[in-house]
């Protein structure tokens, strides 16, 4: 593991580039409609190791781990409840293995697809859920946990608290948000870049952002509202490579790698901290953000 934390090498004014793509990388090595892609961790471990060191390779300063759905509710699904801390584990070892000792592992931690104002789970079973997987993570080796793809400040939360209880790594947390009628950015629950910053700052996060729902662009607006929020928190950016396009019963992301290179600058000059991608990004993405940072520092 790096001798410094995340937070302590952003102190340093200096701009990290996280990494890619994973599930739409797990397809392309040929994981099926309705596989499980975490259980990829168990039975095709190697795979999931050439993902991870492929953004090492491409120049990533962190890499996330292949357990965005491996809480326990998420796993059910698949009859593989009973498997969340073997799962999250293995997924952290085989990011921990690639990122060696000079990169961070952020271990990538997804909702879990319950709603709490609906009645769906309650707020101690979502956090027996969410410790479950964050004790996991942190025995395979992750530097930080990035909570990511939130929409429901109550969720994000509780899984921030069940890792500032729990383990001991940096706290990540983003959410999503899309551009509604009015110009503004929301989540799918209303919330605004905002709101979600300063709940997930007060309930601990280290690190806050967004990440997916837009293209690179889209994010400059919404990493603006957040530093206005949070002035001297840092902010990290997960992009997606443009809105997907259906094509051919296939989701095509459109932004080539010189096409999210381009709007590194605007986006560091915003106030991201950390920079990375998304749905559809891949090393070529991963190392062209990594040349445009190189350049914008010179």
């Known amino acids: 593991m790096p001798a410094q934390s995340i937070c302590s090498a952003l102190c340093d004014g200096k701009i990290l580039v996280s ?21 990829w961790c168990l039975e095709r471990p190697g795979d999931v190791e050439e993902i991870a060191a492929s953004y090492i390779a491409a120049g990533a300063d962190m890499i996330e781990s292949n357990s965005f759905g491996g809480s326990s509710f998420k796993l059910e699904h698949y009859g593989l409840a009973d498997k969340a801390t073997q799962i999250n584990e293995a997924a952290a070892r085989i990011s921990r293995k690639a990122a060696g000792s000079s990169n961070w592992v952020i271990a990538s ?16 079973e979502l956090y027996a859920s969410f410790k479950e997987q964050m004790l996991a993570l942190e025995k395979g080796g992750a530097d930080a946990v990035c909570i990511e ?31 509604t009628v009015s110009g503004d950015y929301r989540t799918m629950m209303g919330v605004s ?19 997916c729902g837009n293209g690179i662009r889209g994010m400059i607006d919404i990493v603006k509202e957040i530093r206005n929020a949070a002035p001297r928190a840092p902010i990290l950016v997960h992009a997606n490579a443009g809105l997907p396009k ?33 749905c559809g990004t891949s090393p070529e993405h991963i190392k062209a953000i990594k040349n445009a940072l190189l350049s914008h520092s010179a």
């Open 19 to 39: 990494d890619g793509a994973w599930g739409t990388y797990l397809q392309k090595k040929g994981l099926k409609p309705g596989e499980c892609p975490e259980l």
């Open 109 to 124: 931690v997804g909702p879990t697809g319950k709603i709490l104002m609906m009645g769906d789970v309650s707020e101690e």
């Open 149 to 179: 793809t939130m929409s429901a400040i109550d969720e994000a939360v509780i899984a921030i608290k069940a890792a500032r209880d729990n383990c001991n790594c940096e706290v990540i947390c983003t959410f999503t948000f899309e551009k």
């Open 193 to 211: 870049p905002s709101e979600a910053a300063l709940a997930a700052i007060e309930a601990g996060a280290h690190i806050v952002g967004t990440n």
């Open 246 to 278: 259906n094509v051919g019963g296939i989701d095509i992301f459109p932004e080539s790698p010189e096409e999210m290179a381009s709007m590194v600058p605007e986006l560091a000059k915003a106030g991201a901290s950390v920079i990375g991608g998304c």
